[in-house]
T-cell receptor, first 113, second 112 residues
């Protein structure tokens, strides 16, 4: 699976949009971008995933650049409960040995009141 | 629809004892994964199981660790003769297929 690079930490004001970047310059054509988050002492929570089109769900939006070498997770209106470590993971969509999620160090997002 | 359930949530064992961690996947999920998170580190894949089969145990330590997912009942991660270095959070995840994995709340193992 391709390696990802994320900033170590970010701050965001409550109510504002949080934009979390991820670089994955070695991504392959059949690899998806997944985002998970881990709130302190809890299990990781799936947020969203995408291949090349932008995606949106009730939690967040995922913007993938046209060359697919980077992406941005957007939390449109951050709340204090969004404070967590956010992981960007690249993996093949299905089949083969792609089931392993490889968690890096992620980005610690702190939402401030 | 209940999420992934793990028990116990906290487990304290003395060195040399056995630890048994249980995971009940989400309803309809037949794929189970175990991950370990050591203090101040990211999650590391341990093992992937489907009903009655171990698909990939490449992340499991070679000794003392075993996992099963029987036809009936929860998946079990078993650690024999625990040592202090086994102290960690152990997370179970389940999925319908190989796409999104949904994680449980974890079991925090402390070896004294």
């Amino acid at each position: 699976d391709a390696k990802t690079t994320q900033p170590t930490s970010m701050d965001c004001a409550e109510g504002r949009a949080a934009n979390l970047p991820c670089n994955h310059s070695t991504i392959s054509g059949n690899e998806y971008v997944y985002w998970y988050r881990q709130i302190h002492s809890q299990g990781p929570q799936y947020i969203i995933h995408g291949l090349k089109n932008n995606e949106t769900n009730e939690m967040a939006s995922l913007i993938i650049t046209e060359d697919r070498k980077s992406s941005t997770l957007i939390l449109p209106h951050a709340t204090l409960r969004d404070t967590a470590v956010y992981y960007c993971i690249v993996r093949v969509g299905n089949g083969g040995s792609n089931y392993k999620l490889t968690f890096g160090k992620g980005t610690l997002l702190t939402v401030n009141p | 629809n209940a999420g992934v359930m793990q028990n116990p949530r906290h487990l304290v064992r003395r060195r040399g004892q056995e630890a048994r961690l249980r995971c009940s996947p989400m309803k309809g999920h037949s794929h189970v994964y175990w991950y370990r998170q050591l203090p101040e580190e990211g999650l590391k894949f341990m093992v992937y199981l489907q009903k009655e089969n171990i698909i990939d145990e490449s992340g499991m330590p070679k000794e003392r660790f075993s996992a099963e997912f029987p036809k009936e009942g929860p998946s079990i991660l078993r650690i024999q003769q625990v040592v202090r270095g086994d102290s960690a959070a152990y997370f179970c995840a389940s999925s319908v297929d190989s796409y999104e994995q949904y994680f449980g709340p974890g079991t925090r193992l402390t070896v004294t």
